[in-house]
């Protein structure tokens, strides 16, 4: 997993515009300690990351790092290094303006968020929470070096007080998929694929019903065929070439109509594009081998009706 490492933080999801400020945005606020920023990996585009001095000295300058998506609103195609920020607090003393020292990559604050969000992140001592989140990176993957970095994590903070409650202890990959938000992920993509399968079924059932249907009414027709010299692989031959025909016009317009609903439905995906060509391309293959055995099944049982009782039911 890459060097060591250790940093805390705490985030505070959403946010508010700059009160009366016309200039304010509504972001994400995060207060973090110094080595957060490479704890996680999140580059430093510009600027500095905060101090040792910072993080531990509350009386110090009040400073502030912006991520890029924020820095762009506030300051369009400015330089956003040394400017002054203020954050509503409702605390007055907190209210101070803020000077920007660094500038980071964007970070996506939820799995659903299609684009990186505004982020603004303050250090530790100047804002201090009793509750914080900390984030370590071992130089060893796996479930054997990750279970052991957690229990000397959760010893140390035994060590420094046993009252400390730890409400959870978790590597990021399991923090991520027990969550509630991959939970809802989950259900909701159980819930599409069981909509998606009836549909499917639904489908097919359709299309061999009505191309069964259509095949069987020509009996009479493949039997006078048969009786006038036209052989069984002739009559095979003619009643899947009409029937690729009626699914080749289907399939277009069907496409079409495809592409619109991935378009509508674009913001409902996760991490999986609209025009999945695996889908797309599964569902023709699908109906296809649907309609042309709806096809070849009805043509060969009328293929195997007597010319004579075919002429005789005229």
């Not at 972001?27 to 110094?34: A, D, H, K, L, Q």
């Not at 549909?199 to 259509?214: C, E, I, P, S």
């Not at 065929?225 to 031959?237: C, E, H, I, K, S």
């Not at 079409?256 to 409902?268: D, P, W």
């Amino acid at each position: 997993m890459g060097t060591g490492g250790a940093s805390v933080s705490y985030g505070a999801g959403g946010g508010s515009d700059g009160g009366n400020d016309r200039n304010g945005v509504a972001s994400s606020f995060y207060v973090v300690g110094r080595d957060y920023f490479k704890t996680l990996r999140i580059p430093v585009l510009r600027g500095r990351a905060f101090t040792e001095a910072e993080e531990t000295d509350a009386g110090g300058p009040r400073v502030a790092v912006l991520d890029e998506p924020l820095a762009k609103r506030l300051f369009k195609e400015g330089e956003p290094l040394g400017q002054r920020i203020y954050l509503p607090d409702p605390v007055e003393a907190e209210r101070a303006p803020m000077e920007v020292v660094g500038i980071v990559a964007g970070t996506r604050h939820s799995m659903f968020d299609i684009l990186p969000g505004p982020h603004v992140f303050v250090s530790f001592g100047q804002r201090y929470r009793p509750t914080m989140t900390i984030h370590a990176r071992v130089a060893s993957s796996g479930p054997v070096a990750e279970g052991a970095a957690l229990r000397a994590i959760r010893e140390q903070i035994r060590g420094v007080d046993a009252t400390i409650p730890i409400v959870l202890s978790s590597n990021m990959a399991d923090f991520r998929d027990h969550g509630m938000s991959a939970w809802g992920v989950r259900m909701g993509a159980q819930i599409f694929a069981a909509f998606g399968i009836v549909a499917a079924f639904l489908a097919l059932m359709g299309v061999y019903g009505v191309r069964a249907y259509l095949v069987a009414r020509r009996t009479r027709e493949i039997g006078i065929r048969m009786a006038l010299g036209a052989t069984r692989a002739d009559v095979l031959r003619m009643m899947l070439r009409e029937g690729m025909i009626l699914v080749s016009v289907g399939l277009a317009i069907g496409v079409v109509f495809a592409f619109g609903a991935g378009a509508a439905l674009r913001g409902m995906v996760y991490q999986v594009s609209e025009y999945d060509p695996v889908s797309f391309i599964a569902a023709a293959v699908l109906l296809t081998a649907a309609s042309l055995l709806a096809c070849y099944v009805p043509a060969l049982r009328a293929t195997k009706v007597a010319p004579t009782e075919a002429l005789r039911s005229l």
